[in-house]
């Protein structure tokens, strides 16, 4: 009898797979925000702030991070003490309010973003072209919101 395709073994290999490069992108050089002392939840929260695709108010941003409304208020406003972001009226609701970074923290997560590209190039270098695409494309659906 043929093996039984184990769906939560392979679930359980990729959940495996991507610990160990999260480990390894986050082993590398930390100079970020010109070397400002950041916490784990503040990093994310700028990172949510470079990738999300539309505006983000400070509810959607707590539910992200999975923090309280109180923490999600001191965390933006330890983030706009350090002028990394900045907080906008809603284009979509102008009884609301969206946060974004300021230009210079997206030029910095950027210029980050491309360095660890760099860094982590030759874990990749035995993944062809379809397999690349067909990974980040696997890896997309799985991480967006449903």
């Known amino acids: 009898m043929a093996d039984r395709y184990d769906r939560a073994a392979h679930i359980a290999l990729v959940l495996e797979s991507v610990t160990l490069l999260s480990q390894m992108i986050a082993s590398g050089p930390r100079v970020l925000f010109h070397g400002r002392d950041l916490t784990r939840t503040q990093m994310r929260a700028l990172f949510v702030l470079a990738h999300d695709e539309s505006p983000v108010t400070p509810g ?81 659906r799985i991480t967006k919101e449903p």
């Open 60 to 140: 959607r941003l707590a539910k992200v991070l999975g923090i309280t409304a109180g923490a999600i208020t001191q965390l933006i406003d330890g983030l706009k003490d350090q002028k990394l972001v900045e907080t906008v009226p809603n284009p979509n609701d102008a009884r609301s309010r969206v946060i974004r970074l300021t230009a210079n923290a997206d030029d910095e997560v950027r210029r980050f973003e491309r360095s660890t590209v760099e860094r982590m190039m030759p874990r990749f270098a035995a993944v062809d072209d379809a397999g690349l695409t067909a990974l980040s494309q696997t890896i997309s």
